[in-house]
């Protein structure tokens, strides 16, 4: 328990524990809905074409269709599907139906149907006619003079440089790099592959959306940010804010891939144009082809040494794959530089790093955030620098971190937040981490020490920063309303995905007010409830709504 | 096609169609505690009881429940009292998105029918089947033991 | 989606066979689904449910332990524990996780024909045979498979596997080598064998995984057949083995290294009958 409290700190079971191990707890797709269509997507068989012909007929005369639609009946209004604070920082270049599909699976139309299985009939009787067209299909050739140009439309805005595929550039340099490269007496050079990888939630992504009696669209979706969906819907569908209503009910997991706009327009244009309730819900297959991943990259590491161990330079170039569309591209791959070079002390430093269009899957938020793929890189290449040293891994790193009062001079420069105040370190346990890992897994006893046999064990450390929230660009809300038996509704607008964080913003209104947990009733993520919450993501709900939830108490 | 089944201790007639897996009746018949996750048998959120067998409901056709007795995630309470194994999952801090927890809490009762003393290997071993992905199965097999302690385990 | 006509529940093994043999190939038999509802073949327009037609024993007769044609995984596990030291009931094991074992059955392990089917090495090295519906006739298990998801049974189906008697008390290994507790084999192996004085004897290898169906590896068997134990054997075992399969490669494995694990867990099987110093012995 911490310090002078009873409530934060103590070991409350969840507030929605009881509810969730009866089978109780409501989930998008756990309600009846009169008049529910099933909707199902047309997926395009390849990887780069134009569409030049869409026949609906068929689909539609097909047994319980209500609607099909394609790139013909939406707005043509290009947008991102990641969910962040406004300006927002990935390019607009998605088409909730496009003329063009971009990856196996990009989506050419969409049915609704009564049923699921009438809905995927349907949807295998649209005929498509498609223009083939060269696709790029390994990240190292999107760049290439005359690779084929996968966003050549004019409609997209804020990409880098579409005729080159580059979603996303970084080049930020802190000193002078070639000059810290000039004055060591050893660099160091390694180079590293990190792949695709899919979130797996076991809640796929899924949506139901209808229109309410005051032609309000009604959106009940899976999702991480139900502010931002809000704001973002209304914007490719081209309607008001005040017209959407987003409820995130329960959420089976999210993991940053439902830090995103996936099946909600689509499901939005089908119930506007059938005038019913319509579900959109992925299979595990699509969920592995056609939600987000992570994005893969290439790294570069390279660090210039001092015989003392102290780094004069220190570099990361990154190449990264975000697919055909550049969903969280920036701001990813902004992690993968920003995080880990921080940690280091050196005068000098440089982050470069080219985000590129390919035709493979769509890259998204994915936990860590580009800072997992920074961080192995760093973490393997700073064993070699050590060993290159012949400097005790342990010794070299404690040399060289960041220190209490010392100033993160890449924050200032890049990374989300950037161009505000750079970040100074105003305390830190990270000496004391090391010592203790160091004590706890036996380092100085195990390490070099494999053994003979025919399993050999070794030890190894590494060491990492990561943030919550995003400094000055991120917001949350709460409100309290007290009723007459002393308790009270506490609203949020964070999203619980499976977090705890109802149970966690519970404890706090109940440590102020003074009352047991049962007499706080948490509800989050309705956006019809209570002001502007960015959601639930950068790890960032316990600080910053939590620090909402216990001004507001 | 119709079939007469029981379900949570009740008689019921459903018409379900040929292919129509159990877990699509069971869920279209507003018993939504059952999940719908890989169906293809490899995570058990869809875990019921039938016949007093924890089985996939998403690999069982609907038919073949025809004349059986089936329990779903809803009819493991007993007398509006939670069964030892909700308990222990909801007191331990074992659930986190739920998700998965309805499967997990069928298979885990349905185990302690037959062993009413597993082992931490027994449990583990069960829940080879049940994916979880906050992974969290270090907390749910601490639950199962501490409900197989509880001593009223059984159905 | 599976765009099923037609679920029939015949209540004998005659009127199951009698159905199939009307539909023919668009029909298909069903027991607990944990493979045709996942791979929901199109051509099939009717399911033959056979968990009702009498055959989910599994008992102990005077010359065989008998597993009925509809027995689940779970049952014959429980059943089989004093055949072979538990190689049986280690292979039933791993063949599925419990919810699965729970439905699924050893004769659909068989007739589903999966080169990787994890009870098939197990029942190939204890000389288990299947009675065939509609015929008197056994046939060994290994003849069942004709290719990859292809037997040899036609219309009929598998109405019993019987273990005979004669190899409950042989000395037996099972192992399955995955990547995780449920995933399919990237190599399963099963071996059996007596050894009298220090002597090879009754010598049955089984893998699974390594080549278009289940191999029986005879050239390695008659190698180690009579032969006294020692490392240098079990080593030539090793190597001999992998002359018998013809793996490929896939997202799970490399044939490399499932040929090489092949020799590997040959070895450990081996070894695992006898101590070091027996090996050592004739070294």
């Known amino acids: 328990m911490i310090d002078g409290t009873t409530m934060v700190g103590s070991r409350a079971p969840k507030v929605d524990a009881v509810k969730l191990v009866t089978g109780r707890g ?51 209004i290009p947008y991102t599907s990641a969910g962040q604070s406004w300006p927002e920082p990935s390019p607009y270049d998605m088409y909730i139906l496009d003329r063009k599909v971009r990856f196996v699976g990009d989506a050419v139309a969409a049915v609704a149907a009564e049923s699921r299985d009438e809905a995927e009939y349907a949807a295998g009787l649209v005929d498509v006619e498609y223009e083939i067209l060269p696709a790029v299909l390994d990240m190292q050739d999107a760049m290439k003079p005359h690779a084929p140009v996968i966003h050549d439309e004019e409609e997209s805005y804020g990409i880098f440089d579409a005729s080159r595929n580059i979603a996303a550039h970084i080049d930020t340099e802190v000193g002078d790099i070639e000059l810290g490269f000039k004055q060591a007496d050893m660099v160091i050079e390694n180079d590293f592959s990190v792949q695709y990888q899919q979130h797996t939630c076991l809640e796929p992504h899924v949506t139901i959306c209808f229109w309410d009696e005051d032609q309000r669209l009604v959106v009940r979706t899976s999702t991480q940010i139900p ?63 056609i939600a987000r991943m992570r994005h893969p990259q290439h790294i570069k590491m390279k660090t210039g040494v001092l015989h003392d161990g102290s780094i004069t330079a220190n570099s990361i170039r990154v190449l990264t794959n975000t697919g055909p569309y550049g969903t969280h591209a920036l701001t990813v791959t902004g992690n993968t530089g920003t995080k880990p ?6 005068q000098n430093m440089q982050f470069y790093a080219d985000i590129v269009y390919t035709n493979l899957p769509i890259a998204g938020a994915f936990r860590g955030y580009g800072a997992p793929q920074g961080f192995f890189a760093m ?33 200032a420069k890049a990374g989300e937040g950037a161009g505000k105040k750079a970040r100074v370190i105003h305390n830190s346990g990270l000496p004391e981490c090391i010592d203790r890992g160091a004590e706890a897994i036996g380092w100085h006893e195990k390490r070099g020490k494999p053994g003979n046999g025919a399993k050999r064990r070794g030890v190894g450390m590494c060491i990492l920063m990561q943030g919550s929230g995003v400094a000055g660009d991120e917001l949350a809300a709460a409100s309290l309303k007290m009723n ?29 007010l003074g009352v047991p947990l049962e007499n706080i009733l948490v509800k989050s993520g309705d956006t019809d409830d209570i002001s502007f919450d960015y959601g639930a993501y950068a790890s960032s709900t316990a600080y910053i709504t939590g620090t909402c939830v216990l001004k507001a108490a | 096609m119709r079939i007469a089944l029981s379900v949570n201790g009740s008689v019921v007639e459903w018409e379900i169609t040929a292919g129509e897996t159990l877990l699509d009746a069971i869920r279209r018949h507003n018993l939504t505690g059952t999940k719908r996750v890989c169906e293809s048998g490899e995570c058990g959120a869809c875990a019921v009881m039938l016949d007093g067998l924890a089985v996939d409901s998403c690999i069982l056709l609907a038919a073949q429940a025809d004349g059986g007795e089936l329990v779903t995630v809803e009819g493991i309470e007993r007398d509006g009292r939670l069964h030892p194994v909700q308990e222990a999952f909801a007191r331990n801090g074992s659930v986190q998105c739920g998700f998965c927890i309805p499967g997990m809490i069928v298979t885990a009762a349905a185990y302690l029918q037959e062993n ?40 | 989606m599976w765009k099923l006509k037609e679920y029939i529940r015949p209540d004998s093994v005659t009127e199951a066979v009698a159905i199939k043999q009307h539909h023919g190939p668009r029909a ?73 074992r729970n439905v699924a ?15 098939v090495p197990a029942l190939i090295a204890l000389d288990a045979r299947i009675v065939v519906s509609g015929t008197s006739e056994q046939m060994p298990v290994h003849d069942v498979f004709a290719g990859p998801h292809q037997t040899n049974l036609g219309n009929a189906l598998i109405e019993q596997i019987r273990v005979p008697s004669s190899s409950h008390s042989v000395r037996a290994k099972f192992f399955k080598l995955a990547r995780s507790a449920s995933d399919i084999a990237l190599v399963n192996l099963a071996v059996s064998c007596d050894i009298q004085d220090g002597v090879f004897h009754r010598v049955r290898i089984s893998l699974g995984a390594v080549a278009p169906i289940p191999v029986r590896a005879v050239l390695t068997e008659s190698l180690l057949e009579g032969q006294a134990v020692s490392r240098d054997l079990l080593w030539e075992a090793g190597e001999t083995v992998k002359k018998e399969i013809t793996p490929i490669s896939d997202w799970r494995a490399s044939a490399q290294y499932r040929s090489r694990m092949s020799g590997v867990l040959l070895r450990r099987a081996l070894e695992s009958f006898t101590t070091p110093e027996e090996r050592n012995l004739n070294a």
């Not at chain 1, 756990?30 to 068989?45: E, F």
């Not at chain 2, 009413?116 to 199962?144: M, Q, W």
């Open chain 3, 105 to 119: 059955t050893v004769a659909g392990n068989i007739a589903n024909a999966s080169p990787a089917a994890d009870s």
């Open chain 1, 227 to 289: 502010y931002h969906c809000r704001r973002m819907l209304a914007f490719a569908l081209g309607i008001p804010v005040r017209r959407v209503h987003v409820l995130k009910p329960r959420v089976g997991g999210g993991f940053g891939n439902k830090q995103e706009v996936v099946t909600e327009p689509l499901a939005a244009v089908l119930a506007m144009k059938t005038g019913r309730p319509v579900k959109l819900e992925y299979t595990r297959t699509e969920e592995f082809t």
């Open chain 1, 26 to 76: 409501t989930y998008t797709d756990d309600v009846l809905m009169y008049g529910l269509l099933h909707a199902k997507i047309v997926k395009s068989p390849h990887a780069h074409a134009r569409i030049v012909h869409i026949d609906t007929s068929r689909a539609e005369a097909a047994p319980g269709v209500h609607a099909v639609i394609t790139h013909r009946d939406v707005p043509r």
């Open chain 3, 28 to 100: 298909a038999y069903l027991s607990g689904g944990s493979d045709l509802m996942v791979c929901r073949p199109e051509d099939i327009e009717t399911v033959i449910d056979i968990r009702h037609i009498g055959l989910g024993y599994v008992r102990d007769e005077d010359d065989a332990l008998v597993i009925g044609g509809a027995a689940l995984l779970r049952d014959a596990e429980a059943r089989a524990r004093h055949v072979a030291g538990g190689m049986l009931t280690a292979a039933f094991r791993d063949t599925a996780p419990w919810l699965i």
């Open chain 1, 341 to 346: 070079l921080p940690l280091y002390r050196s």
């Open chain 1, 484 to 512: 007459e038996d002393a308790s009270f509704n506490l609203m949020v607008g964070s999203a619980d995905i499976g977090t705890g964080s109802d149970t966690t913003l519970g404890q706090i209104a109940a440590e102020v």
């Open chain 2, 116 to 155: 009413p003393n597993p082992s931490e290997e027994d449990i583990r071993h069960v829940f080879v089947g049940n994916l979880c992905r906050c992974t969290g199965y270090k907390k749910p097999i601490e639950a199962v033991l501490e409900a197989s302690r509880s001593g009223r385990a059984e159905l």
């Open chain 1, 379 to 411: 973490e393997v290449h700073m064993d070699h620098v050590a060993e290159a040293l012949h400097m005790d891994p342990v010794d070299f790193r404690k040399q060289n971190h960041i220190r209490k009062g010392e100033t993160d001079l890449m924050s």
